[in-house]
T-cell receptor, first 113, second 113 residues
Framework: KAGVTQTPRYLIKTRGQQVTLSCSPI?????VSWYQQTPGQGLQFLFE???????NKGNFPGRFSGRQFSNSRSEMNVSTLELGDSALYLC????????????FGSGTRLTVV | DQQVKQNSPSLSVQEGRISILNCDYT??????FLWYKKYPAEGPTFLIS?????DKNEDGRFTVFLNKSAKHLSLHIVPSQPGDSAVYFC????????????FGQGTRLTINP
């Protein structure tokens, strides 16, 4: 079966712009989580969605937001981009929360210049 | 505050020998622990998990040990193979995985032929 699909793979934006990243979970998976990976901070949890509702949220400013659609696809949005937002953004899906062993996509590499 | 720490950024091991990756945590509410493996340009791949009700879980060449009193877990890979060269992340969660995953910063494992 197809894995977690994230688009686009690479993105370059300028400071102050906004960006929307997309994640299509594995078919049948209803829980989607987003993570930010940077060299200095490792993998940091952004948010988790299940049945179109945000279940958990990490310690990120309000510029970071997300949503989930009825088909379980998810988007995350970052507004007013800053240089420090440059990172690999990873999406993970699972059948439901608390099932562990999430499957990750390959990520979207965002570069802010 | 780094609740999950992998103090060794890198580890080099000879092919065929044992690789031991370590992880420490500070939050006593964590009760579910996972290890992920990540190749460049790919998302993390789930390897193995352990619940706090156990102190050992084994899956083929991979064994995870949990020492709750020391708040320490380790991943043993025996025997190490060149394909094991990757970055390994440990992660922890509360409520048996119902809470968000908190990741360590990763350890880059290199297996030398």
């Amino acid at each position: 079966k197809a894995g977690v699909t994230q688009t686009p793979r690479y993105l370059i934006k300028t400071r102050g712009q906004q960006v929307t990243l997309s994640c299509s979970p594995i078919s049948g998976h209803r829980s989607v989580s987003w993570y930010q990976q940077t060299p200095g901070q490792g993998l940091q949890f952004l948010f988790e969605y299940f049945s179109e509702t945000q279940r958990n949220k990490g310690n990120f400013p309000g510029r970071f937001s997300g949503r989930q659609f009825s088909n379980s696809r998810s988007e995350m949005n970052v507004s007013t981009l800053e240089l420090g937002d440059s990172a690999l953004y990873l999406c993970a899906s699972s059948l439901a929360p608390a099932t562990g062993g999430d499957s990750f996509g390959s990520g979207t590499r965002l570069t802010v210049v | 505050d780094q609740q999950v720490k992998q103090n060794s950024p890198s580890l080099s091991v000879q092919e065929g020998r044992i690789s031991i990756l370590n992880c420490d945590y500070t939050n006593s509410m964590f009760d579910y622990f996972l290890w992920y493996k990540k190749y460049p340009a790919e998302g993390p791949t789930f390897l193995i998990s352990i619940s706090s009700i156990k102190d050992k879980n084994e899956d083929g060449r991979f064994t995870v040990f949990l020492n709750k009193s020391a708040k320490h877990l380790s991943l043993h890979i025996v025997p190490s193979q060149p394909g094991d060269s990757a970055v390994y992340f440990c992660a922890a969660s509360g409520l048996q995985g119902a809470q968000k995953l908190v990741f360590g910063q990763g350890t880059r494992l290199t297996i030398n032929p």
